[in-house]
């Protein structure tokens, strides 16, 4: 099947191309509270960029697109799944099909790229966040939120492992589709265990972004957790969550 950054990346469609049109009605957790917490940040954004143009990068089902809309004048949404995209019912939004690596579009082209929950499907990060930074305006934010972070999961690991098997988001998915294997979903999150946050703001700097802010959080993994801990901001090892906003 070839290296291992070909086989994630095949693993990415092939399990978005299966879940298609029915991803955010079994993932659960695109709410109504989770859809304002994002528009907040895009409201913020927008107010700080001039607001033309955003790129929904790895959208999914285009949640954060539709949020978006309110906010931009002009939207974007590419995923490495075909089927994914036509599940999108947005006239408005220009869909693409592509590989985040190698984004099929001209330099400085986009206000804000956002990428929500995709970092923990990469198999590096220094291709994509070239791209990203090629695309973006000068001034333009990239803005990226809900992966794991790789710190709290090492110092929480037996408690999660706990969760994960209560919550068995693997099992869940194979039983819904029999085209659905196990190695289609180990590969697809291939980050199960967090993402290296310290690395990936390394990275960025190096690249050339600026004015990088990194928050960790708990918003949006269930009701209980937004009641307890709120969108109120952690130090390192003490929320699951990594939001990233950094300008170009």
């Known amino acids: 099947m070839g ?3 070909t086989q994630i990346k095949r693993a990415n469609k092939d399990f978005y191309d299966i879940v298609g049109d029915s991803y955010e009605e079994i993932d659960g957790r695109r709410s109504e509270g989770l859809a304002q917490y994002v528009a907040s940040r895009l409201k913020l954004i927008s107010q700080g960029t001039d607001g033309i143009s955003m790129l929904d990068l790895g959208c999914g089902s285009g949640f954060v697109s539709r949020i978006a809309g309110d ?9 490495i799944s075909s089927r994914i995209l036509k599940a999108i019912r947005d006239n408005a939004l220009l869909k693409i099909t592509g590989d985040s690596d190698f984004i099929p579009v001209k330099s400085e082209s986009f206000s804000c790229i ?9 198999y590096s ?8 930074y090629r695309i973006l305006k000068k001034g333009g934010r990239f803005y990226s939120d809900h992966d794991m972070d790789s710190f709290f999961y090492n110092r929480y690991k037996s408690l999660l492992k ?20 196990e190695e289609i979903y180990n590969y697809s999150e291939f980050h199960q265990k967090g993402i290296p946050s310290d690395s990936i703001i390394k990275i ?3 690249i050339g972004f600026k004015d990088i802010r990194i928050e960790y959080h708990w918003y949006g993994l269930s009701p209980l957790t937004d009641r307890i801990f709120g969108e109120k901001s952690y130090k390192k090892g003490y929320a699951p969550l990594v939001r990233i906003i950094a300008v170009k």
């Open 114 to 122: 956002a990428a929500f929950a995709v970092l923990h499907h990469s």
């Open 162 to 181: 706990i969760y994960r098997k209560i919550n068995d988001a693997k099992k869940h998915y194979l039983s819904k589709f029999n085209q659905l294997t």
């Open 204 to 206: 960025l700097n190096d």
């Open 71 to 79: 906010y931009f004048k002009s939207r974007a949404a590419m995923d």
């Open 125 to 132: 990060f220094e291709k994509m966040f070239n791209e990203i």
């Open 3 to 5: 290296n291992l950054e």
